[in-house]
C-alpha cells in the first residue's frame, strides 16, 4: 500500500507539543510503553448499537417527509418500487465489499483510510477535505434544521416558524449532542439505540396501518393492471434519476467503517450488522412506500411536502401528532449518529497527519476524542449561519458518491497489489465489478445531466490540493510556524484534558514517526 510522499515531522500540521502524562489514567486498553500515553479508544460498540448505527444514519427524516423523489421519476408506482428495491440490493452489495475492506484494513475512518492506503495520501486527503469542508458540516445543519422545524411547527400552526428560531433550536440541538458524546461513548450509543429504535417503531406503525388498509381492499394502485400505469411517459434519464435519488436515501451505509477500532469483535460484528441493518433497511424503505400508496394516490403523494404527515393524518385522526414527533425523533437521532461517525472521520485525519494533531487526541479518563467533536460542530454551526446549506449539498454530493466507486475499485487494487494480504473476509470479486457498473452508470448520467454542478462539486475538491502540499507534504516549515502551533497544541490539551491516544500494535508507521520526533522537542 501507498505511504504519503513524505513522512512528517513533528509539527505534523498541527504543532510538536509532548503530550502530558496524567497520573492513573484508567482508560483503554493499551499500556503505557513510555512513548504512547497508556489511553486509547475502548471497543465499546456491540452488535446491537453497530446496527443501530447503520439504521439510524441511512433512515434519517427522507422516508417521512420526502421519499416522493424516487416516484416522481419513476413514472410509476410499480417502477419506483422496483428502484427501492434495486438500489438496496446495490447498497448491500457495496457494504459487503466495505465489509471486507473494514477487517482487511482495520482502522477506523472508513472510506478515508481505505482511499489513502491504497491510494495514497493526495487521493486520502481530497476525499477527507471535501467531508471536512462541506460534506458533514452541511449535513448535520441540514438535519438538525429539520429537527428544529418540526418541533416549532405546532406552535406556528397558522404560519412558518421564524428562520432564527429554527437556527437557534437547531445550535441547541448539534451542542447538546456534541456533550453527550464528549461525555460518554455509552451515552451516545444509548442515545443512537433509542432514537434508531423510536424511528423504527414509528416506521412499523405507517407498515402495520398500510397492511390493515391492505386487508380493508386498498390496494388499488398495487395491482399490476394499475401499478405500471404512467402518469408521465417513461424516459430513461428520468428513470436514471430515480435510481440516483434511490441511491442517495440509502446513504449512510458505510458509517461503520469510520469506528472500525471502536467495534467489539470487528471481524465478526461489522459484517453481521451490514448483513442485518441493510436488508432492515430496505424491507423498510420497500414496505413504507407500499403503505404511503394505499392511502395517497400517486398525484397526492407527490403533491405532499410531508408524506407521512399527510398518511398520517388521513389514517390516525386524534393521534395524528405521532407522525411529526416520529420525524422530530428520527433527526435527533440522526445528528447524533452523524456527530458520532463523522468526528472519528476526523479523528482518523489527524493521527495519519493529514489534520492538526490535536484533534487525534482523546479525553484521559472519559476517552472521547473531545476536539474532534468540538471541530465537529463548530463547523456545523458556521453552516447554519449561511443561506447555500443546499445549494453546497447539491455540488458535494457528487463528490461523495465518486468516492464509493474509487474505494470498491480499491478493494479490487489491493487483491492485485497484495494477493496474500491476510483478509478474515473475502468476497467474490464479481460484487464490486457489480457495484462498480452501476456506479458507473450513475456516475456518468450525473455528469452528463448536470455537468456544472458536478465541476463546481468537482473544482470544490481541488482546493484540497495546495491545501494539501502545504500542510502535509510541505516537511520543513519555519520554526516560528512549529512553535506557535505547538503552544495552541499544549493550551488545548490543558484545556480539554486530552493526550494522544496509545495505538498500541495497530500504530502505523506513520503515526509512530511523528510521535518520536515529537518525544525528542
Given amino acids: 500500500m501507498n505511504e504519503d510522499p513524505r513522512?512528517?515531522?513533528?509539527?505534523?500540521?498541527?504543532?510538536?507539543?509532548?503530550?502530558?502524562?496524567?497520573?492513573?489514567?484508567?482508560?483503554?486498553?493499551?499500556?503505557?510503553?513510555?512513548?504512547?500515553?497508556?489511553?486509547?479508544?475502548?471497543?465499546?460498540?456491540?452488535?446491537?448499537?453497530?446496527?443501530?448505527?447503520?439504521?439510524?444514519?441511512?433512515?434519517?427524516?427522507?422516508?417521512?417527509?420526502?421519499?416522493?423523489?424516487?416516484?416522481?421519476?419513476?413514472s410509476s408506482v410499480g417502477v419506483a418500487?422496483?428502484?427501492?428495491?434495486?438500489?438496496?440490493?446495490?447498497?448491500?452489495?457495496?457494504?459487503?465489499?466495505?465489509?471486507?475492506?473494514?477487517?482487511?484494513?482495520?482502522?477506523?475512518?472508513?472510506?478515508?483510510?481505505?482511499?489513502?492506503?491504497?491510494?495514497?495520501?493526495?487521493?486520502?486527503?481530497?476525499?477527507?477535505?471535501i467531508a471536512v469542508l462541506v460534506i458533514y458540516p452541511s449535513n448535520q445543519a441540514v438535519i438538525a434544521l429539520t429537527f428544529s422545524n418540526y418541533i416549532l411547527q405546532p406552535l406556528f400552526s397558522s404560519c412558518l416558524p421564524p428562520e432564527s428560531g429554527l437556527r437557534l433550536l437547531a445550535a441547541v440541538c448539534l451542542l447538546f449532542l456534541t456533550w453527550v458524546n464528549c461525555y460518554s461513548v455509552r451515552w451516545a450509543t444509548c442515545v443512537q439505540d433509542v432514537f434508531t429504535a423510536g424511528k423504527l417503531l414509528a416506521l412499523a406503525l405507517i407498515i402495520i396501518m398500510g397492511g390493515v388498509q391492505i386487508c380493508k381492499g386498498h390496494y388499488h394502485w398495487l395491482e399490476p393492471a394499475h401499478a405500471f400505469e404512467t402518469f408521465r411517459d417513461y424516459d430513461v434519464g428520468l428513470i436514471a434519476l430515480s435510481f440516483l435519488q434511490g441511491s442517495f436515501a440509502y446513504g449512510g451505509w458505510n458509517f461503520l467503517n469510520y469506528v472500525t477500532?471502536?467495534?467489539?469483535?470487528?471481524?465478526?460484528?461489522?459484517?453481521?450488522?451490514?448483513?442485518i441493518s441493510i436488508p432492515v433497511v430496505t424491507f423498510v424503505y420497500v414496505f413504507a412506500n407500499v403503505a404511503y400508496i394505499t392511502a395517497m394516490s400517486p398525484q397526492e403523494l407527490l403533491a405532499s411536502n410531508a408524506v407521512a404527515v399527510t398518511f398520517g393524518d388521513k389514517l390516525l385522526g386524534h393521534m395524528s401528532w405521532i407522525m411529526p414527533i416520529s420525524v422530530a425523533l428520527s433527526t435527533f437521532g440522526g445528528v447524533n449518529g452523524s456527530l458520532f461517525t463523522s468526528s472519528r472521520l476526523f479523528f482518523a485525519g489527524a493521527r495519519e497527519g493529514h489534520l492538526p494533531r490535536l484533534l487525534a487526541m482523546i479525553h484521559v479518563t472519559r476517552c472521547t476524542p473531545i476536539p474532534a467533536l468540538v471541530f465537529t460542530v463548530a463547523t456545523s454551526l458556521l453552516?447554519?449561519?449561511?443561506?447555500?446549506i443546499y445549494t453546497l449539498i447539491n455540488y458535494v454530493g457528487f463528490i461523495n458518491y465518486l468516492f464509493y466507486g474509487i474505494t470498491v475499485a480499491g478493494q479490487i487494487v489491493l487483491r492485485i497489489k497484495q494477493p496474500d494480504m491476510y483478509r478474515p473476509i473475502k468476497v467474490s470479486l464479481v460484487w464490486p465489478v457489480i457495484y462498480l457498473l452501476f456506479w458507473a452508470f450513475l456516475l456518468v448520467f450525473s455528469i452528463y445531466s448536470e455537468p456544472l454542478v458536478c465541476g463546481i462539486g468537482l473544482a470544490i475538491m481541488m482546493t484540497g490540493i495546495p491545501v494539501y502540499f502545504f500542510g502535509v507534504y510541505w516537511e520543513n516549515k519555519p520554526q516560528c510556524f512549529d512553535t506557535i502551533i505547538g503552544k495552541?497544541?499544549?493550551?488545548?490539551?490543558?484545556?480539554?484534558?486530552?493526550?494522544?491516544?496509545?495505538?498500541?500494535?495497530?500504530?502505523?508507521?506513520?503515526?509512530?514517526?511523528?510521535?518520536?520526533?515529537?518525544?525528542?522537542?
Wanted: hydrophobic share 40%; aromatic share 6%; glycine share 16%.
Fill in 7 to 74: 513522512k512528517r515531522s513533528s509539527s505534523g500540521g498541527a504543532g510538536g507539543a509532548a503530550d502530558p502524562e496524567p497520573p492513573g489514567s484508567q482508560c483503554g486498553e493499551g499500556s503505557d510503553t513510555g512513548e504512547g500515553s497508556g489511553v486509547a479508544l475502548k471497543k465499546q460498540i456491540g452488535l446491537v448499537s453497530a446496527c443501530g448505527i447503520i439504521v439510524g444514519n441511512i433512515i434519517g427524516s427522507g422516508i417521512f417527509v420526502s421519499p416522493k423523489g424516487v416516484l416522481e421519476n419513476a
Fill in 81 to 129: 418500487l422496483i428502484v427501492w428495491v434495486s438500489t438496496g440490493v446495490i447498497t448491500a452489495i457495496g457494504a459487503l465489499c466495505y465489509a471486507e475492506l473494514g477487517v482487511t484494513i482495520p482502522k477506523s475512518g472508513g472510506d478515508y483510510s481505505y482511499v489513502k492506503d491504497i491510494f495514497g495520501g493526495l487521493a486520502g486527503f481530497l476525499r477527507l477535505w
Fill in 261 to 275: 477500532e471502536e467495534l467489539v469483535d470487528p471481524n465478526k460484528n461489522l459484517p453481521r450488522a451490514i448483513f
Fill in 383 to 388: 453552516m447554519l449561519c449561511t443561506s447555500d
Fill in 488 to 521: 495552541i497544541t499544549l493550551l488545548c490539551q490543558k484545556l480539554c484534558s486530552v493526550v494522544y491516544p496509545d495505538m498500541g500494535e495497530n500504530l502505523t508507521p506513520h503515526v509512530a514517526l511523528n510521535k518520536a520526533s515529537v518525544g525528542e522537542d
